[in-house]
C-alpha cells in the first residue's frame, strides 16, 4: 500500500476520532430487511438464493442505492453488504473463492456512495461488516482458533484492500471468536503497515448475555485490552431491551459506546414493527442520560428510522468515555477487585509442582478429578484458580489442551496459568472467554521472554505476574526489601515504557522463601512484608501477590499451617492483594492460640536466634489435628454449637443440634449461640482477623444448622406468614448478610425464594413476577451495591410490581433509601438496618394486612418522606396528630424499642388494671376494639368519653 494511502488512513482516523467527540455518530439501518422490499428475484441472486452479498456483484446499482438511502437520512458510516463474506459461508454455497472479489466490490460501492455525500462540513465513512459466520469456538467447537483467525484475516485483508475507513466485527455471539477477529487484524494490520479503527458490537439474549456465557461485564473485561474505536451492541432485541446492558457498559467503558438495536422483535410474521418515532425517540432518550456515542439500526429498521434518528440525536453531547477504570479479571465472570475484601484468594491445589496428588491425578488422566479438585477450591472459597501443568516426566502443552477446555467450560471463575513456556501460555489464552493472568514471569534469563508475554497480553487480553527474580547469578536470590524493590523497578519500567503494558496489569510477586532454611532466609519473610508495603507504594496501579505455603517448607505439617496463616494475617496487613492458597485448609488466624501465634511471629520477624527450633519442637510432638467433636466432647451443648459456627465446621452439627433440642426451643437456638456466633464472627471480620472465606464458612455452618433444626421448626406449627424474594445485588459478591436474613425468616414461618448472590436486576423481575412474594428483599455490602439496588427498584417499578422492598447493607443508609429508591419505586420501601429489623418490619406489615389499621403510625424503621399504612398500623405510640396530653410511661414507650425474645401469646394470671388503662392508646383502643372511625367521632363533634 503507497504511503499516500497510508497518510489518507491516518487522516480519517483522526476525523473520525474528532468527530465522536463533538456528536454522537448515526450509523446506517438494515441491509437485508431493507432489500426485501426491492422485489429482488431468484435470477438476481444468479443460483445463490439468499446469499445478498453476491447483489454487490449481481446487482450493484440496488446495493448502491441502499447506502445513498441511508446517506440521505443523514447516516455518518454506512457498513458494507459484506456480513456474510467470508469463508466459512460462501462454502457453502461453494464461493470460497470469491470471498476477496465480493468484499471489494462490497467496499467500492459503498465508497462511492459515501463519495457522493461527503462534504468536509459532514464527511461520511464506510466500515467494512465483519459477521459473526456460523461457527462458534467457545460454545460449539468443531473449528480450531488458528482456522477461525485465518478465515477472518482473508476477509479483513480484502475489507482493507476495498479502501474500508473501519472495520465493525458485529453480531458476535461467542467472546473466543472475537479474540480470533483481534488476531486476524493484527496480521492484516502488520501486512499492509496501517491500523483501521474497529468497533466490535456484540449481541445479547434478552437476560443480558452473549451465547458464551458473559454478561456486559465480563464481556468488557475480556475485550479492555484492544484499542477498540467502540464497543457496544447489536440486533436480539428492540431499543427498549438494551436499557440495562448500554447503562452498564457506559459505567464502566473508556471506549465510546455503540448500539444497533431491532426496530423491536419480530411478531408471528417475521415482521418488525416499531416506527421510527419510537424506535428513535428510546435512542435519544438513552443518548441525552449520555449512554451513547454511536447509535443506528438493525434487523427491521429502514431510512425513516435512521433519519428520525438523526434529527433526534442533532442536539446532544455524546458520552464522555471513562479515563480509569476498575481492576477486573475474569472467566465467564467478572472479578472486580473492588467487589471484594482482598485479598484475592487463588487455589493452589491444581498444581503439578506443589501438589503430588494433582501431579499424580494428571499423570493418570483422570480428568474429571482433577475438574473436581478445582470446584472444590471454588466452593472453599478461592475466587480463582491457579494452575500448573508442568512435569517433567508429560508433554505439558498436550496436558493444557486437554484439561483447560474442561476447566473453562466447568467454572466460571477467572485461572491463573502458572507456566514458564511460552506456548502453553499463548494456547491457554486462546481457549480462555475471559482474561487470564500469566503467572512465573521474570527476568531469571533477561527480558527476551517477558517481552514475548507482553506481546500475548496485548493480543489475547492478560495481566502478568512478575516474580522479582533477575539474571544476576553471583548475588543470588532477592531476599531483601532493597533488592526486590530494584528489580521490581526495573521490570515496571520495562512493561509500561518498553512494551506499552498499563501498570494495572502487572502483579508484583515479591517471593516468599522457607524461613526454616537459617542462614540469610531466617529474616526473608520480614523483607518480603516489607517489600509488599514498599510496591504498594511505589506502583499504586499494580497489585501484588505471593505463595503463601512456600514460607512454611520443611517444617511439621501442624507448624505448617499455623506458620501459613499467621503470615497471611501479617502480608494482608503490609498491603497484599491477592494470594495463593490452599482455600481448603486455611487456618483461622482469629482462633490460633496467643502462644502459637508467638511461635510464629518470633520465626517471620527473625525475633530470636532459636526461633525455628523453637517453633519446631513445639509443634513436632503436636498429634494430628483432633476432630471437632473429640476436643468438644465435654463442652456445654450451647458452647458447642457456639464453636461449630465461630470456627466454620459443618461435621457434628447435626449431633450438637440434637443435644440442644432436648433442653432448648429452636427459636431458643437460633436467638442464642446461632446469633451470639454470627456476632462474633462479624465482630472478628471487622477487625481483621478474619478474611471473607473464612466468614463465608460460618455462614454455610449456620445454614446447616437450621437445616437441622428444620423438623423441630416444622413441629411447632410456626404460622406461615408469607413469601420473601431474596437476593444479593448484581456486582456484589457477599452473601453473609442475606443469609443471615434468609435463616431469620424462614426460622419466622416465611418462605423464603434466594436467587443467591450477584443477581442481576431482570432475573429479580422475572423472579418476582413469577413467584409474587409479598415482600422483596436485597442486599449488599459495597458502595456499589448501593447503585444497583437503585437500578433493580426501577426496573421493578417498570414491570409494574409494587410489593414492599426491604434494604440492608453495610453502604446502605436509610438517608440513601429516601434519596433514591423511595422516589422511584411504586410500592413501600424499607431501610433495615440489620436482620432482626427486616424480620420486624416485615411482621408489622403482615399484621397491618391483617388488622387493615391504616390511621395509626408505627415504629417499624423505613425510609422517610413516604406514608406507610404498614408502619402506622405497627406501633404503640401516639400519631402525631394524638390529642392526649399524658407523657408515655418510659416502660411502655422506651426510646429505643428493644427486640424481642419470641413472638409467642404469653398469658398473665393477673396484672393492675390501672396502671394498663394509664397507659392505654386510645386510638388503638376505638379504632380496634370498638371498630369506630375516628373520622366518623371527629365529624360528629363527639369526645372519646362518650363512647
Known amino acids: 500500500m503507497s504511503f499516500f494511502r497510508r497518510e489518507n488512513k491516518l487522516r480519517i ?87 476477496k472479489e465480493l468484499n471489494i466490490a462490497s467496499v467500492k460501492l459503498a465508497k462511492d456512495a459515501a463519495l457522493e455525500y461527503s462534504s468536509e462540513e459532514h ?93 456486559v461485564e465480563a464481556m468488557y473485561v475480556s475485550l479492555e485490552h484492544f484499542p477498540l474505536f467502540a464497543l457496544g451492541f447489536n440486533c436480539s432485541t428492540g431499543p427498549k431491551d438494551m436499557a440495562l446492558r448500554l447503562e452498564s457498559l457506559s459505567k464502566i467503558s473508556k471506549f465510546p459506546v455503540f448500539v444497533m438495536p431491532n426496530a423491536g422483535l419480530p411478531d408471528e410474521n417475521g415482521a418488525y414493527n416499531e416506527s421510527p418515532e419510537e424506535f428513535s425517540g428510546t435512542l435519544s432518550a438513552y443518548a441525552s442520560k449520555k449512554y451513547l456515542n454511536i447509535a443506528g439500526g438493525c ?77 472444590a477450591q471454588i466452593k472453599a472459597g478461592a475466587h480463582m484458580l491457579d494452575i500448573c501443568l508442568s512435569n517433567p516426566e508429560r508433554n505439558e502443552l498436550e496436558d493444557a489442551r486437554i484439561f483447560l477446555p474442561k476447566i473453562f467450560h466447568s467454572l466460571r471463575a477467572p485461572i491463573m496459568i502458572d507456566t514458564t513456556d511460552i506456548k502453553v501460555m499463548e494456547e491457554a489464552l486462546k481457549m480462555a472467554p475471559g482474561k487470564c493472568v500469566l503467572n512465573s514471569v521474570n527476568f531469571e534469563f533477561g527480558d527476551k521472554k517477558p517481552a514475548q ?72 519473610a520480614q523483607e518480603t512484608l516489607k517489600a509488599i508495603t514498599q510496591m504498594k507504594k511505589e506502583f499504586p496501579l499494580s497489585k501484588t501477590v505471593l505463595g503463601i505455603s512456600n514460607v512454611s517448607f520443611g517444617l511439621p505439617p501442624k507448624g505448617r499451617e499455623i506458620l501459613n496463616s499467621v503470615f497471611l494475617h501479617h502480608a494482608v496487613k503490609a498491603g497484599l492483594d491477592m494470594a495463593i492458597v490452599n482455600t481448603q485448609k486455611l487456618k483461622r488466624y482469629a482462633l490460633i492460640k496467643k502462644e502459637e ?64 433440642l432436648k433442653k432448648k426451643r429452636p427459636m431458643d437456638i437460633i436467638n442464642g449461640p446461632v446469633l451470639k456466633a454470627m456476632g462474633e464472627v462479624g465482630k472478628l471480620f471487622a477487625k481483621g482477623d478474619l478474611i471473607v472465606t473464612e466468614v463465608l464458612q460460618s455462614a454455610e455452618t449456620v445454614k446447616k444448622a ?60 422475572e423472579n418476582a413476577l413469577k413467584e409474587n412474594p409479598d415482600f422483596i428483599g436485597l442486599s449488599g455490602l459495597l458502595v456499589r451495591s448501593t447503585e444497583q439496588m437503585t437500578i433493580t427498584a426501577r426496573e421493578l417499578a417498570k414491570a409494574d410490581i409494587s410489593k414492599p422492598l426491604l434494604l440492608g447493607g453495610a453502604a446502605l443508609t436509610g438517608k440513601f433509601v429516601d434519596s433514591n429508591i423511595v422516589p422511584i419505586y411504586k410500592g413501600e420501601v424499607f431501610y433495615s438496618s440489620d436482620a432482626m429489623d427486616g424480620l420486624n418490619t416485615a411482621l408489622k406489615i403482615r399484621v397491618s394486612a391483617t388488622t387493615a389499621m391504616s390511621d395509626m403510625e408505627g415504629r417499624g424503621e423505613r425510609a422517610e418522606g413516604k406514608a406507610s399504612v404498614a408502619r402506622q398500623a405497627a406501633g404503640c405510640s401516639l400519631p402525631a396528630t394524638a390529642t392526649s396530653t399524658r407523657k408515655p410511661n418510659k416502660k ?50 363527639r369526645n372519646k368519653e362518650k363512647y
Open 13 to 99: 482516523e483522526e476525523k473520525l476520532k474528532k468527530i465522536i467527540n463533538e456528536k454522537v455518530l448515526v450509523l446506517d439501518g438494515a441491509m437485508g430487511t431493507y432489500l426485501s422490499g426491492f422485489n429482488l428475484k431468484a435470477e438476481d441472486f444468479k443460483g445463490f438464493d439468499g446469499l445478498n452479498e453476491y447483489l454487490s456483484i449481481s446487482k450493484p446499482e440496488i446495493i448502491k442505492q441502499v447506502h445513498l438511502d441511508y446517506l440521505k437520512a443523514g447516516a455518518d458510516i454506512i457498513e458494507t453488504n459484506t456480513f456474510g463474506a467470508n469463508g466459512i459461508i460462501l462454502k457453502e454455497y461453494g464461493l470460497e473463492d470469491k470471498v
Open 123 to 215: 464527511p461520511r465513512f464506510v466500515a467494512g461488516s465483519i459477521g459473526p459466520t456460523t461457527k462458534s469456538l467457545f460454545v460449539t467447537g468443531g473449528i480450531s482458533f488458528e482456522e477461525f483467525s485465518d478465515i477472518y484475516f482473508e476477509q479483513i485483508s480484502a475489507l482493507i484492500e476495498g479502501g474500508a475507513d473501519l472495520l465493525m466485527i458485529e453480531t458476535a455471539h461467542d467472546i473466543l471468536n472475537i479474540k480470533a477477529a483481534f488476531a486476524a487484524a493484527i496480521r492484516a494490520f502488520k501486512k499492509y503497515s496501517l491500523e483501521l479503527p474497529i468497533i466490535v458490537s456484540v449481541t445479547m439474549d434478552n437476560k443480558n448475555a452473549m451465547l458464551s456465557g458473559q454478561a
Open 299 to 375: 434487523c427491521g429498521t429502514g431510512p425513516e428510522h435512521i433519519k428520525a434518528l438523526s434529527e433526534k440525536l442533532k442536539n446532544i453531547k455524546p458520552r464522555e468515555p471513562l479515563k480509569e477504570t476498575s481492576w477486573a479479571i475474569s472467566g465467564i465472570e467478572p472479578l472486580f477487585y473492588d467487589e471484594i475484601e482482598p485479598p484475592i484468594l487463588a487455589g493452589e491445589r491444581n498444581n503439578s509442582i506443589g501438589s503430588k496428588k494433582f501431579r499424580d491425578i494428571v499423570s493418570a488422566g483422570n480428568w474429571d478429578e482433577a475438574v473436581g479438585l478445582a470446584k
Open 453 to 524: 508475554v507482553a506481546q500475548l497480553m496485548k493480543l489475547y487480553g492478560a495481566k502478568a505476574v512478575f516474580g522479582v527474580i533477575d539474571e544476576n547469578k553471583e548475588r543470588g536470590l532477592p531476599l531483601t526489601c532493597e533488592r526486590k524493590m530494584l528489580v521490581a523497578k526495573r521490570g515496571y519500567k520495562f512493561f509500561t515504557e518498553e512494551c506499552d503494558i498499563s501498570g494495572g496489569d502487572i502483579i508484583f510477586d515479591a517471593l516468599v522463601f522457607p524461613v526454616a532454611v537459617g542462614e540469610d532466609y531466617n529474616r526473608s
Open 597 to 660: 501465634i508467638k511461635f510464629a511471629e518470633d520465626l517471620i520477624f527473625a525475633a530470636n536466634p532459636d526461633a525455628v527450633k523453637v517453633f519446631a519442637d513445639y509443634f513436632r510432638g503436636k498429634k494430628t489435628e483432633v476432630s471437632i467433636s473429640d476436643v468438644l466432647e465435654n463442652i456445654e451443648p450451647e458452647e458447642k454449637l457456639y464453636r461449630h459456627i465461630l470456627e466454620g465446621i459443618k461435621s457434628g452439627i447435626e449431633s450438637a443440634i440434637s443435644e440442644l
Open 706 to 765: 437450621v437445616e437441622a433444626l428444620a423438623p423441630a421448626l416444622k413441629s411447632m406449627n410456626i404460622p406461615k406468614r408469607g413469601k420473601i424474594l431474596l437476593a444479593t445485588v448484581k456486582g456484589d459478591v457477599h452473601d453473609i448478610g442475606k443469609n443471615l436474613v434468609s435463616i431469620i425468616f424462614e426460622s419466622n414461618g416465611f418462605e423464603v425464594i434466594d436467587l443467591g448472590v450477584k443477581v442481576p436486576p431482570e432475573i429479580i423481575v
Open 892 to 941: 411502655y414507650f422506651p426510646d429505643e424499642i428493644p427486640v424481642p425474645g419470641d413472638l409467642d401469646r404469653h398469658f398473665f394470671d393477673s396484672y393492675c388494671l390501672n396502671e394498663l388503662f394509664n397507659n392505654l392508646n386510645e386510638d388503638v383502643f376505638y379504632s380496634r376494639f370498638l371498630k369506630l372511625k375516628k373520622k366518623r367521632y371527629e365529624k360528629d363533634g
